[in-house]
């Protein structure tokens, strides 16, 4: 590969109408902290795309703030200042924020949500969704597999085209179409 030449990556697509589930497989100490492990799983088991994200309690205080701010309550486990690297107390946390994670993605509003989206590093979130076009087909995609009265019928025009451009000040409301 040249200098100057890009890497290709394969895209990594994840489909929000599969289920979502991420569990706390295990944690580690780095730097004088709890860093938790989290493997993130959409899909079926047998086809489905699996990652692992690494989080530690101030990102889940993060999650949470947003939550707050979109009115949404969730019981996160308390801030502990003493004794945080305790084993012990370290399974404990975990189990707990299993709970508040678990309670998002039971959810079907929550686990579609910007913040879990974005804390789980899904890769096709809000924040890195780069083509438009592709965006479009998985929510039309969405829409058509949960609600069974839609079909697909006929390709529709784009949009994006327009034939000539509006005379300067035509007004639409005024002298309609």
Known sequence: MAIFEKSQQAKTY????????ASIENTQIVQGHTEYIIKVQNGWIKHGTIWNVYKRYNDFVQLNKEFKRQHVILTLPPKKYIGNLNQKFVTERQAALQ?????ILSHHTLSMSAPIRKFLDIPNSVDSIKHFEDSALQHISMVLRSENQYSLGE???S??????????GHNVAREGF
């Open 14 to 21: 994840v489909d929000p109408t599969y289920p979502m589930k």
């Open 99 to 103: 709970i508040y994670l678990n309670s």
């Open 155 to 157: 390709l529709v025009p």
């Open 159 to 168: 949009i994006s085209r327009v034939p000539k451009p509006m005379p300067a």
